[in-house]
């Protein structure tokens, strides 16, 4: 966990489509907390669980002050000698004389919450994942977090939710400040609308990311799967053409297959089926059953 999460901030880790992973787990409501500043007022215990009878981990003198990032039951949730943990409420006061900006968080409050968000992310926690990434992005603006709590939330077909972070990062960019991975971005942001059917809208961002980018498949695939739809079909086989000669997918192969089987070339279309079939995409045997008997 810890060299991913390495590789993701030097910018090594290879860029994929996570977008189109199929995912069934489903998303849960998180309430939005405003982060606040409280003061323990009597000598409280810091557990490592929000229950009384959890293991406690350091005793907290009266007078300290700490940011609550999170309220679970009647317990406060925050950072306390560089360990993430909870205290009940009982024992502390807010302390309404100072207001909460980014600048008052530490570099390690903010690195628990990023850290916490990666690590969800790759478990494929994308609900904690989105939380946390979202503590983050209140404490530091920074653009790649709010690139990551987009991600997760296309996982999870929050689309309006994702949709509504692309926009913000296209934002940021048309402001001139760099965005990293702005190619990926648009073709993101454009098969959020392939989710919704709005595959007019989809283009006009796929053709924004070719322009910045034309070495990655998977915008080539989301570009030949927005044509297919749009029932141009020698368009799409060529975009597919180009998103397999750069990295074989098996949602290349699905639509090209779909694609060359509307035109009439059916074996060469039942080929792809069976190619994307191989490569995982279960649905090509439902395709198969329909179109290559």
């Known amino acids: 966990l810890a060299n ?22 489903e998303t849960t409501n998180n309430t939005k907390f405003e982060p606040v500043e409280i003061v323990c007022k009597i000598p409280a215990l810091f557990r490592d669980a929000p229950i009384s009878s959890s293991n406690s981990i350091l005793e907290i003198p009266t007078g300290t002050k700490v940011y609550a990032i999170a309220k679970e039951n009647n ?23 100072k ?12 690195k628990d919450n990023l850290e916490l968000g990666y690590s969800n992310y790759y478990a494929k926690d994308y609900p904690n994942a989105i939380k ?7 404490q530091n603006k920074d653009s790649k977090i709010l690139y990551y709590r987009a991600l997760s939330k296309g996982q999870i077909d929050d689309t ?26 648009y073709n993101n942001k454009a098969y959020q609308l392939v989710k919704l059917k709005r595959y007019g809208e989809a283009l006009t961002f796929v053709y924004k990311a070719l322009d910045l980018d034309k070495t990655l498949a998977y915008i080539w695939d989301t570009k030949g799967e927005i ?19 750069i990295k074989e997918d098996s949602n290349s192969y699905f639509f090209r297959g779909l694609s060359n089987i509307k035109l009439n070339k059916k074996e060469v279309g039942c080929r792809d089926l069976s ?5 995982g995409k279960s649905e090509a045997y439902t395709e198969i059953k329909k179109y290559c008997k």
């Open 132 to 138: 946390y990434f979202s503590l983050a992005y209140n």
């Open 160 to 185: 309006y939710g994702a949709l509504s972070d692309y926009d913000k990062l296209i934002e940021i960019a048309n402001s001139g400040k760099k965005v990293e991975e702005l190619a990926t971005i």
């Open 275 to 279: 190619k994307a079939g191989e490569l």
């Open 99 to 110: 207001s909460i900006t980014s600048s008052s968080f530490s570099s390690t409050e903010i």
């Open 75 to 97: 317990y406060w949730k925050f950072n306390y000698n560089g360990k993430l943990g909870f205290a009940a409420e009982a024992f502390f006061e807010k302390n309404a004389t």
């Open 4 to 25: 991913l999460i390495k590789m993701v901030k030097n910018g090594t880790l290879e860029r994929v489509n996570p977008i189109k992973e199929e995912i069934t787990k």
């Open 227 to 245: 044509l297919y739809n749009l029932d141009y079909y020698e368009q799409s086989i060529n975009a597919m053409n180009e998103a397999i000669n």
